[in-house]
């Protein structure tokens, strides 16, 4: 079966046994005008003709790659008690690209598509809807993560947000953390102990801005007793004092979403449950000077520690700052760009709890 969604840049392959099982997952992205790049290959084995479809515990081997990388790995899931194991992926250069006139469409071409698109459209061949709207369909294309969160709401008091097992919990007004510098514009957003930060592609202008924490309050009760309760779910960078309508993923350096996995985002890592926002040309005096902070207990380091965690580093010599914040836990924490309805970066923010 071929699942093709242009608009998306990808097609699908499934591939399935005589009893109807799938045996085979093969995810194309359209990365060029003529060419599909194998993005990622599942295989499935299973061991009885009982062993029902997409079984949990059948043999599986999955092949992640990226272009131009050598890739990235290859997971081999042994089934049930069967164990996993990594190795590097080894995928010739012929069968990592495909062409895209396999499909159904050649992209280039003298002439202009008899649906109307230029050629080279990546919807060429799709046809179009009535408006918008995604068509109704038990299929979609994987999309990456997407801000599901009614953010701006966050930072605006009084607005009902549902927090487990706490009840009538409702926003209160933010909570100033501090002012981050950023003299060249630059920003990271990173973990404050990476010694490389994770430096966004967007751009701010240069200047001073307010870190706020969204503050969400409500009630709780343990064996009859009630008490109050207080969430920070988020954290902002306030660059523009007006609303985001929209919310887009920050990207870095080469990260290409439509490389991204259904569901996946890019972010920042951390092992220590904790971001920092900071001007990424100073990162790493700021950063070096955090970790003497925490590591060599060194308190003519710069660092100023601020209420509920946070941790501010200054350097002398250019007045930019960083300036820290806890996330849930540790792993991969995406970071969105809010924009006013005329397109201009207003707020830049990391949902900083598991909701």
Same mark, same amino acid.
């Given at each position: 079966? $071929? &699942? ?13 046994? @005589?009893?109807?099982? =799938?045996?085979?997952?093969?995810? &194309? ?6 060419? #599909?790049? #194998?993005?990622?290959? !599942? ?12 079984? /949990?515990?059948?043999? =599986? ?7 131009? =990388?050598?890739?990235? =790995? ?14 590097? !992926? ?82 209160? %007004? ?5 002012? !981050? ?6 920003? %990271? ?15 701010? /202008?240069?200047?001073?801005?307010? &870190?706020?924490? %969204? ?15 207080? @969430?920070?779910?988020?954290?902002? #960078? #306030? ?24 569901? $996946? ?20 005096? &700021? ?16 660092? @100023?520690?601020?209420?509920?965690? $946070?941790?501010?580093? !200054? ?41």
């Amino acid at each position: 079966m $071929h &699942l093709v969604a242009w608009r998306d840049r990808f097609v699908g392959q499934w591939v399935y046994d @005589e009893l109807g099982r =799938r045996t085979h997952d093969v995810d &194309l992205r359209l990365l060029e005008d003529d060419r #599909l790049f #194998l993005r990622q290959y !599942v295989e499935r084995r299973y061991a009885s003709p009982e062993q029902p479809d997409l079984a /949990p515990d059948a043999w =599986r081997l999955t092949v992640d790659l990226l272009p131009g =990388r050598g890739g990235r =790995r290859v997971l081999e899931e042994r089934g049930r008690d069967g164990g996993s194991s990594h190795t590097p !992926v080894d995928v010739p250069e012929e069968r990592r690209w495909h062409d895209r006139c396999g499909f159904g469409v050649r992209a280039a071409g003298p002439s202009r598509p008899s649906d109307g698109s230029e050629p080279g459209d990546a919807t060429a061949g799709e046809p179009a809807s009535a408006d918008d709207e995604e068509p109704a369909s038990l299929w979609r294309p994987p999309k990456p993560l997407r801000m599901e969160l009614p953010a701006a709401d966050l930072f605006r008091p009084g607005n009902p947000f549902p927090v487990e097992p706490w009840e009538g919990t409702r926003t209160a %007004a933010p909570r100033h953390i501090a002012m !981050v510098r950023i003299p060249t514009g630059r920003l %990271a957003v990173s973990d404050p102990h990476d010694r490389k930060p994770r430096e966004l592609t967007e751009r701010v /202008p240069p200047g001073e801005y307010a &870190l706020e924490a %969204a503050v969400v309050i409500g009630e709780g009760e343990y064996y009859g007793d009630r008490f109050p309760v207080t @969430e920070e779910p988020a954290v902002r #960078l #306030l660059i523009r004092d007006e609303p985001a309508v929209t919310w887009e993923l920050a990207l870095s350096g080469d990260e290409d979403p439509r490389l991204l996995l259904d569901g $996946h985002a890019y972010g920042f890592g951390s092992d220590g449950a904790t971001g920092g926002f900071a001007d990424a040309a100073a990162w790493e005096t &700021l950063s070096g000077k955090v970790r003497r902070y925490y590591e060599a207990q060194d308190d003519t380091s710069s660092c @100023e520690y601020l209420d509920e965690g $946070h941790l501010r580093a !200054v350097d002398e010599a250019t007045g930019s700052c960083l300036v820290s914040f806890c996330t849930g836990g540790d792993g991969t924490w995406p970071v969105w760009l809010g924009r006013s309805a005329a397109g201009e970066l207003v707020s830049v923010l990391v949902i900083t709890s598991y909701l």
